[in-house]
Protein backbone atom coordinates (compact mmCIF):
# COMPACT_ATOMS: atom_id res chain seq x y z
CA UNK A 1 0.00 0.00 0.00
CA UNK A 2 1.24 3.27 -1.03
CA UNK A 3 1.92 6.41 1.08
CA UNK A 4 -0.87 8.00 -0.18
CA UNK A 5 -3.17 5.11 0.07
CA UNK A 6 -2.29 4.91 3.64
CA UNK A 7 -2.91 8.56 4.10
CA UNK A 8 -6.39 8.41 2.13
CA UNK A 9 -7.93 5.73 4.70
CA UNK A 10 -6.58 7.73 7.77
CA UNK A 11 -8.72 10.84 6.52
CA UNK A 12 -11.55 8.40 5.96
CA UNK A 13 -11.83 6.53 9.48
CA UNK A 14 -11.46 9.99 10.74
CA UNK A 15 -14.22 11.10 9.12
CA UNK A 16 -15.92 7.92 10.12
CA UNK A 17 -15.63 8.70 13.73
CA UNK A 18 -16.53 12.12 14.03
CA UNK A 19 -19.91 10.98 12.26
CA UNK A 20 -20.09 8.04 14.72
CA UNK A 21 -19.38 10.29 17.75
CA UNK A 22 -21.51 13.36 16.67
CA UNK A 23 -24.67 11.43 17.06
CA UNK A 24 -23.30 8.77 19.99
CA UNK A 25 -25.15 5.18 20.57
CA UNK A 26 -23.84 1.86 23.02
CA UNK A 27 -22.23 1.97 25.92
CA UNK A 28 -19.56 4.32 27.58
CA UNK A 29 -16.81 2.20 27.17
CA UNK A 30 -17.28 1.88 23.60
CA UNK A 31 -17.50 5.69 23.39
CA UNK A 32 -14.38 6.34 25.32
CA UNK A 33 -12.04 4.12 23.20
CA UNK A 34 -13.60 5.78 20.02
CA UNK A 35 -12.78 9.53 20.92
CA UNK A 36 -9.54 8.41 21.89
CA UNK A 37 -8.91 6.86 18.64
CA UNK A 38 -10.27 10.02 16.86
CA UNK A 39 -8.03 12.52 19.20
CA UNK A 40 -5.31 9.95 18.35
CA UNK A 41 -6.23 10.64 14.64
CA UNK A 42 -6.43 14.13 14.89
CA UNK A 43 -2.86 15.33 15.22
CA UNK A 44 -2.34 12.72 11.78
CA UNK A 45 -5.10 14.52 9.85
CA UNK A 46 -3.49 17.50 10.31
CA UNK A 47 -0.42 17.05 9.38
CA UNK A 48 -1.84 15.07 6.15
CA UNK A 49 -3.82 18.62 5.19
CA UNK A 50 -0.64 20.32 5.55
CA UNK A 51 1.57 17.86 3.31
CA UNK A 52 -1.72 18.03 0.80
CA UNK A 53 -1.76 21.95 0.75
CA UNK A 54 2.55 22.17 0.27
CA UNK A 55 2.25 19.34 -2.97
CA UNK A 56 -0.82 21.69 -4.11
CA UNK A 57 1.10 24.77 -4.15
CA UNK A 58 3.84 23.02 -5.58
CA UNK A 59 1.79 22.54 -8.78
CA UNK A 60 0.77 25.69 -8.87
CA UNK A 61 3.92 26.86 -8.90
CA UNK A 62 4.76 24.85 -11.40
CA UNK A 63 2.13 25.64 -13.53
CA UNK A 64 3.45 29.51 -12.92
CA UNK A 65 6.78 28.89 -13.78
CA UNK A 66 5.38 27.40 -16.73
CA UNK A 67 3.07 30.39 -18.02
CA UNK A 68 5.23 33.50 -16.92
CA UNK A 69 6.30 33.24 -20.12
CA UNK A 70 8.59 36.55 -20.59
CA UNK A 71 8.15 37.16 -16.98
CA UNK A 72 11.66 36.57 -15.55
CA UNK A 73 11.04 38.12 -12.23
CA UNK A 74 7.71 36.17 -11.59
CA UNK A 75 9.53 33.42 -12.92
CA UNK A 76 12.40 33.56 -10.84
CA UNK A 77 10.16 34.47 -7.84
CA UNK A 78 8.01 30.67 -8.54
CA UNK A 79 10.78 29.14 -8.52
CA UNK A 80 12.53 29.95 -5.50
CA UNK A 81 9.51 29.34 -3.74
CA UNK A 82 9.27 25.96 -5.49
CA UNK A 83 12.17 24.84 -4.57
CA UNK A 84 11.90 25.68 -1.09
CA UNK A 85 8.50 23.87 -0.88
CA UNK A 86 9.93 20.72 -2.84
CA UNK A 87 13.38 20.36 -0.77
CA UNK A 88 10.39 20.80 2.29
CA UNK A 89 8.57 17.69 1.88
CA UNK A 90 10.59 14.38 2.11
CA UNK A 91 10.74 15.57 5.79
CA UNK A 92 7.03 16.25 6.17
CA UNK A 93 6.74 12.63 4.61
CA UNK A 94 8.96 10.91 6.47
CA UNK A 95 7.42 12.34 10.03
CA UNK A 96 3.53 11.32 8.76
CA UNK A 97 5.31 8.13 8.36
CA UNK A 98 6.70 8.14 11.72
CA UNK A 99 2.91 9.17 12.83
CA UNK A 100 1.73 6.26 11.19
CA UNK A 101 3.73 3.69 13.24
CA UNK A 102 1.97 1.14 14.88
CA UNK A 103 2.03 2.66 18.32
CA UNK A 104 3.03 0.71 21.36
CA UNK A 105 -0.02 -0.08 23.47
CA UNK A 106 2.11 0.40 27.14
CA UNK A 107 4.30 3.43 25.85
CA UNK A 108 1.98 5.86 27.75
CA UNK A 109 2.24 3.81 31.15
CA UNK A 110 3.71 4.19 33.87
CA UNK A 111 6.60 1.59 34.59
CA UNK A 112 8.68 -0.44 37.36
CA UNK A 113 11.96 -0.12 37.60
CA UNK A 114 14.38 -3.06 38.84
CA UNK A 115 17.63 -2.48 39.07
CA UNK A 116 19.82 -5.82 40.39
CA UNK A 117 23.45 -6.18 41.17
CA UNK A 118 24.99 -8.76 38.46
CA UNK A 119 28.98 -10.03 38.27
CA UNK A 120 31.53 -8.48 40.29
CA UNK A 121 30.33 -8.62 44.28
CA UNK A 122 29.96 -5.50 46.49
CA UNK A 123 31.30 -3.50 43.36
CA UNK A 124 28.42 -4.46 41.61
CA UNK A 125 25.95 -3.91 44.15
CA UNK A 126 27.76 -0.35 44.06
CA UNK A 127 27.06 -0.05 40.26
CA UNK A 128 23.44 -0.98 41.16
CA UNK A 129 22.94 1.44 43.35
CA UNK A 130 24.77 4.04 41.02
CA UNK A 131 22.00 3.40 38.43
CA UNK A 132 19.18 3.54 41.17
CA UNK A 133 20.00 7.22 41.77
CA UNK A 134 20.82 7.73 38.01
CA UNK A 135 17.00 6.94 37.36
CA UNK A 136 15.67 9.01 40.26
CA UNK A 137 17.29 12.05 39.52
CA UNK A 138 16.15 11.39 36.33
CA UNK A 139 12.65 11.12 36.99
CA UNK A 140 13.09 13.95 39.02
CA UNK A 141 14.15 16.24 36.25
CA UNK A 142 11.40 14.88 34.09
CA UNK A 143 8.78 15.82 36.82
CA UNK A 144 7.94 12.19 36.89
CA UNK A 145 7.16 10.47 40.77
CA UNK A 146 9.37 8.07 41.61
CA UNK A 147 8.69 5.67 44.75
CA UNK A 148 11.18 3.17 45.60
CA UNK A 149 9.50 -0.15 46.91
CA UNK A 150 11.48 -2.81 47.87
CA UNK A 151 15.81 -1.67 48.49
CA UNK A 152 17.71 -4.66 50.13
CA UNK A 153 21.24 -3.24 50.73
CA UNK A 154 24.70 -5.11 50.74
CA UNK A 155 25.34 -2.72 54.37
CA UNK A 156 28.30 -0.45 52.38
CA UNK A 157 25.78 1.43 50.23
CA UNK A 158 24.98 -0.64 47.58
CA UNK A 159 22.17 -2.64 46.40
CA UNK A 160 21.84 -6.13 45.71
CA UNK A 161 18.16 -5.65 44.40
CA UNK A 162 16.19 -2.34 44.08
CA UNK A 163 12.86 -1.60 43.02
CA UNK A 164 10.73 1.43 42.20
CA UNK A 165 7.93 2.79 40.65
CA UNK A 166 8.01 5.43 38.12
CA UNK A 167 5.11 7.47 36.97
CA UNK A 168 3.86 10.29 34.79
CA UNK A 169 3.70 11.11 31.33
CA UNK A 170 5.22 8.71 28.82
CA UNK A 171 7.36 7.12 31.26
CA UNK A 172 7.92 3.41 29.85
CA UNK A 173 7.87 5.11 25.89
CA UNK A 174 11.12 7.02 27.42
CA UNK A 175 12.62 4.04 29.31
CA UNK A 176 12.19 0.86 27.92
CA UNK A 177 15.12 0.71 25.78
CA UNK A 178 17.47 0.96 29.69
CA UNK A 179 16.31 -2.76 29.95
CA UNK A 180 19.74 -4.89 29.85
CA UNK A 181 22.92 -5.08 31.33
CA UNK A 182 25.41 -2.49 32.05
CA UNK A 183 28.66 -2.73 32.82
CA UNK A 184 31.29 -0.38 34.66
CA UNK A 185 34.80 -0.27 34.79
CA UNK A 186 36.50 1.72 37.66
CA UNK A 187 38.60 1.64 40.62
CA UNK A 188 36.74 0.40 43.06
CA UNK A 189 37.55 2.49 46.56
CA UNK A 190 38.66 -0.37 48.16
CA UNK A 191 41.42 -1.32 45.46
CA UNK A 192 45.29 -0.73 46.64
CA UNK A 193 46.42 -1.77 43.77
CA UNK A 194 44.56 0.86 41.73
CA UNK A 195 43.61 -2.21 39.50
CA UNK A 196 40.38 -1.63 36.94
CA UNK A 197 37.61 -3.64 37.72
CA UNK A 198 34.56 -4.36 35.58
CA UNK A 199 31.24 -5.05 37.23
CA UNK A 200 27.84 -5.44 36.23
CA UNK A 201 23.78 -4.79 36.89
CA UNK A 202 20.90 -5.54 35.00
CA UNK A 203 17.97 -2.62 34.48
CA UNK A 204 14.58 -4.07 33.74
CA UNK A 205 11.79 -1.41 32.84
CA UNK A 206 8.38 -3.01 32.86
CA UNK A 207 5.27 -0.91 31.69
CA UNK A 208 3.14 -1.09 35.24
CA UNK A 209 -0.31 -3.26 34.27
CA UNK A 210 -3.62 -2.78 34.83
CA UNK A 211 -5.94 -5.52 36.52
CA UNK A 212 -7.38 -5.68 32.96
CA UNK A 213 -4.52 -5.90 31.00
CA UNK A 214 -3.68 -9.34 33.56
CA UNK A 215 -6.17 -11.11 35.30
CA UNK A 216 -4.63 -12.94 37.82
CA UNK A 217 -6.33 -16.33 39.35
CA UNK A 218 -6.13 -16.51 43.17
CA UNK A 219 -6.16 -19.75 43.00
CA UNK A 220 -2.77 -19.64 41.02
CA UNK A 221 -1.25 -17.92 43.87
CA UNK A 222 0.76 -18.78 47.37
CA UNK A 223 0.75 -15.81 49.48
CA UNK A 224 3.06 -16.70 52.34
CA UNK A 225 3.49 -13.84 55.28
CA UNK A 226 6.81 -13.45 57.66
CA UNK A 227 8.45 -10.95 60.02
CA UNK A 228 10.01 -8.46 58.50
CA UNK A 229 14.00 -8.02 58.48
CA UNK A 230 15.25 -4.78 59.87
CA UNK A 231 18.34 -2.97 61.27
CA UNK A 232 17.46 -3.66 64.79
CA UNK A 233 16.44 -1.58 67.32
CA UNK A 234 12.67 0.10 66.95
CA UNK A 235 12.61 -0.22 63.02
CA UNK A 236 12.18 -4.67 63.24
CA UNK A 237 8.79 -4.90 62.35
CA UNK A 238 7.25 -7.47 65.43
CA UNK A 239 4.55 -8.80 63.48
CA UNK A 240 4.54 -11.16 60.24
CA UNK A 241 3.18 -8.02 57.86
CA UNK A 242 5.92 -9.14 54.98
CA UNK A 243 4.32 -10.76 52.38
CA UNK A 244 5.97 -13.24 49.54
CA UNK A 245 3.75 -14.51 46.50
CA UNK A 246 4.38 -17.20 44.31
CA UNK A 247 2.44 -17.32 40.40
CA UNK A 248 2.67 -20.90 40.75
CA UNK A 249 2.33 -21.37 36.63
CA UNK A 250 5.38 -19.11 36.06
CA UNK A 251 7.10 -19.83 39.42
CA UNK A 252 7.88 -15.99 39.57
CA UNK A 253 8.18 -14.99 43.08
CA UNK A 254 7.64 -11.29 44.64
CA UNK A 255 8.83 -10.38 48.09
CA UNK A 256 7.63 -7.13 49.70
CA UNK A 257 8.43 -6.23 53.16
CA UNK A 258 8.78 -2.20 53.39
CA UNK A 259 5.12 -1.17 54.48
CA UNK A 260 4.35 -2.30 57.90
CA UNK A 261 1.20 -3.10 56.84
CA UNK A 262 0.33 -6.82 55.94
CA UNK A 263 -2.36 -4.96 53.12
CA UNK A 264 -0.40 -2.57 51.77
CA UNK A 265 2.94 -4.97 50.81
CA UNK A 266 0.26 -7.65 49.75
CA UNK A 267 -0.60 -4.44 46.97
CA UNK A 268 2.52 -3.76 46.08
CA UNK A 269 4.17 -7.07 45.51
CA UNK A 270 0.66 -7.58 43.54
CA UNK A 271 1.66 -4.54 41.22
CA UNK A 272 4.83 -5.78 40.92
CA UNK A 273 3.92 -9.64 39.62
CA UNK A 274 1.68 -8.00 37.75
CA UNK A 275 4.21 -6.22 35.67
CA UNK A 276 6.42 -9.03 35.40
CA UNK A 277 3.83 -11.11 34.09
CA UNK A 278 2.48 -8.59 31.65
CA UNK A 279 5.93 -8.28 30.59
CA UNK A 280 6.73 -11.84 29.95
CA UNK A 281 3.35 -11.99 27.77
CA UNK A 282 5.35 -8.75 25.64
CA UNK A 283 8.05 -10.04 25.06
CA UNK A 284 6.60 -13.40 23.95
CA UNK A 285 4.96 -11.29 21.27
CA UNK A 286 7.86 -9.34 20.56
CA UNK A 287 9.57 -12.97 20.02
CA UNK A 288 7.38 -14.19 17.70
CA UNK A 289 7.71 -10.96 15.48
CA UNK A 290 10.92 -10.69 15.30
CA UNK A 291 11.01 -14.53 14.58
CA UNK A 292 9.81 -13.25 11.21
CA UNK A 293 11.53 -10.33 10.72
CA UNK A 294 14.51 -10.39 8.09
CA UNK A 295 17.46 -8.83 8.49
CA UNK A 296 16.96 -8.75 12.00
CA UNK A 297 20.18 -7.06 13.79
CA UNK A 298 20.92 -8.56 17.76
CA UNK A 299 18.51 -10.48 19.71
CA UNK A 300 17.14 -7.96 21.38
CA UNK A 301 17.39 -9.93 25.03
CA UNK A 302 18.04 -8.67 28.06
CA UNK A 303 21.23 -10.54 28.34
CA UNK A 304 22.77 -8.32 25.55
CA UNK A 305 25.52 -5.80 27.23
CA UNK A 306 23.73 -2.69 26.05
CA UNK A 307 26.05 -0.32 27.84
CA UNK A 308 29.29 0.51 29.58
CA UNK A 309 30.41 3.23 31.89
CA UNK A 310 34.18 3.62 32.23
CA UNK A 311 35.29 6.43 34.65
CA UNK A 312 38.66 6.42 34.20
CA UNK A 313 38.26 7.93 30.65
CA UNK A 314 34.85 9.54 31.54
CA UNK A 315 32.91 7.94 28.80
CA UNK A 316 29.41 5.93 28.50
CA UNK A 317 29.22 3.96 25.22
CA UNK A 318 25.48 2.09 24.11
CA UNK A 319 26.88 -0.87 22.31
CA UNK A 320 23.31 -1.07 20.01
CA UNK A 321 23.51 2.63 18.51
CA UNK A 322 27.17 3.13 18.81
CA UNK A 323 26.73 6.02 20.64
CA UNK A 324 29.68 6.98 23.07
CA UNK A 325 29.24 10.09 25.26
CA UNK A 326 32.65 11.98 27.08
CA UNK A 327 30.52 13.19 30.07
CA UNK A 328 30.19 10.12 32.49
CA UNK A 329 29.21 12.82 35.35
CA UNK A 330 26.56 13.99 33.15
CA UNK A 331 24.86 10.92 32.80
CA UNK A 332 25.03 9.29 35.92
CA UNK A 333 23.11 12.27 36.86
CA UNK A 334 20.28 11.88 34.78
CA UNK A 335 21.47 15.06 33.20
CA UNK A 336 22.50 13.56 30.23
CA UNK A 337 20.85 10.84 29.85
CA UNK A 338 17.91 12.32 27.55
CA UNK A 339 20.95 12.36 25.06
CA UNK A 340 20.69 8.22 25.00
CA UNK A 341 16.97 8.03 25.38
CA UNK A 342 16.99 10.37 22.29
CA UNK A 343 18.86 8.57 19.74
CA UNK A 344 17.38 4.94 21.33
CA UNK A 345 14.24 6.25 20.36
CA UNK A 346 15.08 7.57 17.05
CA UNK A 347 16.73 4.14 15.87
CA UNK A 348 14.22 2.51 16.64
CA UNK A 349 11.78 4.54 14.50
CA UNK A 350 14.23 3.95 11.95
CA UNK A 351 14.52 0.37 12.43
CA UNK A 352 10.55 0.05 11.77
CA UNK A 353 10.21 2.69 9.24
CA UNK A 354 13.11 0.73 7.46
CA UNK A 355 10.74 -2.71 8.03
CA UNK A 356 7.41 -0.80 6.00
CA UNK A 357 6.26 -2.84 3.03
Same mark, same amino acid.
Given at each position: ????????????????????????????????????????????????????????????????????????????????????????????????? =?????????????????????????????????????????????????????????????????????????????????????????????????? =?????????????????? =???????????????????????????????????????VVQQQDE?????????ALKILRA????????????????????????????????????????????????????????????????????? =?????????????
Amino acid at each position: MSLDEKLERVVARHHELAATLAAPAGDSKTFARLSKEYSDLTPVVEAIAVLRKARSELADLASLMTEAGGDAEMRKIAETEFYEIKEKLPAMEKQLQ =IMLLPKDAADEKNAILEVRAGTGGDEAALFAALLFRMYQRYAALRGWRFEAMEISENGIGGYKEAVAEISGAGVFARLKFESGVHRVQRVPETEASGR =IHTSTATVAVLPEAEEVD =IKIDDKDLRIDVFRSSGPGGQSVNTTDSAVRITHLPTGIVVQQQDEKSQHKNKAKALKILRARLYDAERAKAEAERAANRRGQVGTGERSERIRTYNFPQGRVSDHRINLTLYKIDKVVSGEALDEFVDAL =IADDRASRLAELP
